[in-house]
């Protein structure tokens, strides 16, 4: 809802642009097992954070009954690193937050930057 409100506001050209930019790279970022078999040289594609919790998106589910993206597939940092599925729709249910200015990063530097936090 803020980068909603944001649009309509004095910084509306930056949050448009912002919700372009993601829009692209959620439609173009791979599905399901597209990165399966890469390791760590997988590509994290999305950060979402709140708190000390971290979660980096590498691949989506495909929807293909209409309700949207509900599931993914990425790294999660809570008390220990894994990978895992991720529901979507927890982490906003929860008030996790989207990283606006990510850039897509390989696991093997992510794995990097956590394991020195």
């Given at each position: 809802m803020t980068m909603v409100?944001?649009?309509h506001g004095e910084a509306g050209p930056?949050?448009?642009?912002?919700?372009l930019e993601l829009a692209a790279t959620?439609?173009?970022m791979p599905r399901t097992y597209e990165q399966d078999g890469k390791g760590d040289e997988a590509v994290a594609h999305l950060h979402y954070f709140k708190g000390s919790g971290d979660w980096y998106i590498t691949e989506k589910d495909v929807d293909t009954d209409g309700a949207g993206q509900i599931q993914a597939f990425g790294?999660?940092?809570l008390w220990e690193t894994e990978l895992g599925y991720i529901s979507i729709a927890e982490?906003?249910?929860n008030g996790v937050e989207l990283d606006l200015h990510f850039t897509p990063t390989t696991l093997g530097e992510l794995k990097k930057v956590l394991e020195k936090a």
């Open positions: 409100d944001g649009v930056h949050f448009r642009g912002k919700l959620i439609m173009n790294l999660v940092k982490l906003i249910q």
